[in-house]
């Protein structure tokens, strides 16, 4: 491989893009942080380069140096919970016992990094609802582009579907990539199409359908779960329905009737095979995972073990057959991947660590539910209904992946721009929006959300 000096061309390449990202609007740095973050995580070329660290770390650093400047004297970001402080803090005091020490310590400065830049900055692109709902509409435009690109066929470091599973992966590495994208965007791209109009309304349903069939042909299940209970929450703030109540309940009378039976594993019925052509036998082996993390908060309960030393420790993995193998695919470096953010939190972080977790989880609902009730921002009380249909879906996907708390993770920094801009809409003093959309008298219909 040729050095910089060597390569004159990829030398001017490296040093113009800052100076473009520069001069651009922070919104388009930003966006392209993003491409930038979800190709480390896909099966595209120059992947291996993009799912380095210090790439995405610099990429953040960069972001960062670009609000500072183009955001100067503009507005205010958000303040954070206050249970996002005292996790973040109890990160940094768990590097005290944290062995080892230096990838745990990298990951704190990143997620230190990364919430400074989007609770500080990002946030500002939020001025008032309206500015707010443009910035989603981006971010989903982004999406859909690389959607659309991970379906080209031809010059991919991968195939579009995963050999031996029929499981589409799209644009992403790993296919569960597809489907908890889907869930994070549909309940905003739903909210939109309830105050959209005309052509616009039956485009914004018809993009509903196709992340949700993007979801099923991904084979996640916590995908399709979140685009159906995200959208399905996110619509029943804004209008409750008893029709989705009844959905809602005979998703639990199933649910409780499967843990009746014991039948868990679900190989026999058809749940198991609706979303994946295969039988998914002890939950795709996350038992087992999930009984190794329990042993191993066992050995430090209250405290954990540092932030991110899970991801470091070496792993013996359980087969069925009572079999042990040495470090699957599945782990990340040298660590488990626990396929649970609450599992992995209470290794890393113990009881202490999981009830910050559990009390930021809740605060940020308490904001979703009171700008979702808001009566004098009709699109900010949209953009609240929107943003606790994706907390649910982020909620449900949190107890079988763990990405969460992950800063390098396409999907945190996805969620986490969204959770700033909630924040700085349920801070903006409630002040009456006038809203200067021309409406037929007759009908007098919400304004679009874009």
Wanted: glycine content about 10%; hydrophobic content about 50%; charged content about 15%.
């Amino acid at each position: 491989m040729q050095t910089l000096l060597e390569n004159p061309l990829l030398l001017a390449l490296l040093l113009a893009a800052p100076v473009l990202v520069l001069v651009a609007p922070f919104r388009t740095g930003w966006l392209l942080a993003l491409v930038v973050f979800a190709w480390a995580d896909s099966s595209m070329p120059l992947v291996e380069f993009a799912r380095k660290p210090w790439v995405r770390f610099a990429v953040l650093l960069l972001v960062a140096f670009h609000g500072a400047v183009r955001l100067r004297g503009r507005g205010r970001g958000a303040r954070p919970p206050t249970a996002a402080y005292l996790l973040f803090a109890f990160c940094v005091v768990s590097l005290l016992w944290a062995d080892p020490f230096d990838y745990p310590a990298g990951s704190t400065v990143f997620l230190g990094l990364l919430w400074t830049v989007l609770f500080a900055l990002v946030a500002r692109l939020a001025p008032t609802s309206g500015a707010a709902a443009s910035t989603v509409n981006r971010i989903a435009s982004v999406l859909l582009v690389l959607f659309a690109i991970g379906l080209v066929p031809f010059g991919r470091a991968e195939g579009i579907v995963v050999e031996g599973t029929g499981r589409l992966r799209g644009f992403f590495n790993n296919p569960n990539g597809l489907g908890i994208t889907c869930a994070i965007i549909a309940p905003f791209v739903a909210i939109a199409a309830t105050r959209a109009r005309g052509s616009r309304r039956a485009w914004r349903w018809t993009l509903v359908g196709v992340l949700a069939v993007l979801a099923f042909l991904s084979g996640s299940r916590t995908g399709v779960g979140g685009v159906m209970a995200g959208v399905s929450v996110a619509l029943f703030v804004r209008h409750p329905s008893k029709y989705l109540m009844g959905v809602a309940a005979i998703g639990t009378l199933a649910a409780a009737a499967t843990l009746a039976r014991g039948d868990i594993d679900l190989e026999e019925g058809a749940t198991g095979n609706l979303i994946r052509g295969q039988t998914i036998s002890r939950l795709s082996g996350r038992l087992d995972r999930w009984r190794a993390g329990v042993e191993m908060w066992r050995e430090s309960p209250v405290l954990g073990k540092g932030f991110m030393t899970s991801r470091k420790i070496q792993f013996v993995e359980m087969r069925d057959d009572g079999s042990t193998a040495s470090a699957s695919p599945d782990t990340a470096g040298q660590g488990i991947n626990f396929h649970s953010q609450w599992v992995e939190t209470l290794v890393d972080l113990g009881v202490v660590g999981t009830a910050l977790l559990l009390a930021l989880g809740l605060s940020l609902r308490k904001v979703a539910r009171r700008l979702a009730h808001t009566t004098v921002d009709p699109g900010g009380a949209a953009f609240g209904a929107a943003y606790l249909g994706t907390l649910t879906a982020v909620t449900l996907d949190s107890f079988f992946h763990n990405w969460v708390l992950t800063p390098g993770s396409p999907f945190a920094l996805l969620f986490w721009s969204l959770t700033a801009i909630a924040l700085r809409l349920d801070q903006l003093p409630r002040r009456p929006v006038v809203d200067a959309t021309p409406v037929p008298a007759a009908a007098h219909p919400e304004p679009a959300l874009s």
